[in-house]
Antibody, heavy 121, light 108 residues
């Protein structure tokens, strides 16, 4: 049973950066795409971007382009999301999620537990 | 970008009743790449339905999905206490994955 385990909560000041990790258990780390989704307090789900752990290629929602970077460490079976120039409205729970069957045209089948990022002066 | 609009915003029902949740897309969702997720307070979302009508692993058969093109429905035939949650639809047929705003299913 594949699991995704995320790093712990973070408190940052406006203008700072945050890097959240997502470690996959089990094998086949490079067989699935990993997405990042965020959820502001009391709000809905918002897609941030996707990384292909095999080649490291990425695609980001236009809203976050230039302010987010997703990377991976295949030996550590870990993907990372770094968000820069944080603002108060970046306060949210950030989830990583793995696709169902190894395709970008797959739903999000396995989710991490979420990482709360609080941005406050 | 495909905008998904869910209705109603809140649905108040009793255990044993039938729930019908709607998701309407601003343009046709290719190949019915439409999923439904369940989210309970303090938990990550859980995949319920994908491909508009296929149940995810471990999802009971009281959950069913239907629809095509721009109109999709999630039906829960007989509500159990554990079904009360927020449900989101999502389209994953384009590289701009989008979610609906959610329907809160609450106990009446």
């Amino acid at each position: 049973q594949v699991q995704l385990v995320q790093s712990g909560a973070e408190v940052k000041k406006p203008g700072e950066s945050v890097k959240v990790s997502c470690k996959a258990s089990g094998n086949s780390f490079t067989s699935y795409y990993v997405h990042w989704v965020r959820q502001a307090p009391g709000q809905g789900l918002e897609w941030v971007g996707i990384i292909n752990p095999t080649g490291g290629t990425t695609s980001y929602a236009q809203k976050f382009q230039g302010r987010v970077t997703m990377t991976r460490d295949t030996s550590a079976r870990t993907v990372y999301m770094e968000l820069y120039s944080l603002r108060s409205d970046d306060t949210a729970v950030y989830y990583c999620a793995r696709d169902l069957g190894g395709s970008q045209l797959d739903p999000f089948a396995v989710w991490g537990q979420g990482t709360l990022v609080i941005v406050s002066s | 970008e495909i905008v998904l609009t869910q209705s109603p915003g809140t649905l108040s029902l009793s255990p044993g009743e039938r729930a019908t949740l709607s998701c309407r897309a601003s343009q046709s969702v290719s190949s019915n790449y439409l999923a439904w997720y369940q989210q309970k307070p303090g938990q990550a979302p859980r995949l319920v339905i994908y491909g508009a009508s296929s149940r995810a692993t471990g999802i009971p058969d009281r959950f069913s999905g239907s629809g095509s093109g721009t109109d999709f429905t999630l039906t829960i035939s007989r509500l159990e206490p554990e079904d009360f949650a927020v449900y989101y639809c999502q389209q994953y047929g384009t590289s701009l994955y989008t979610f609906g705003q959610g329907t809160k299913l609450e106990i009446k």
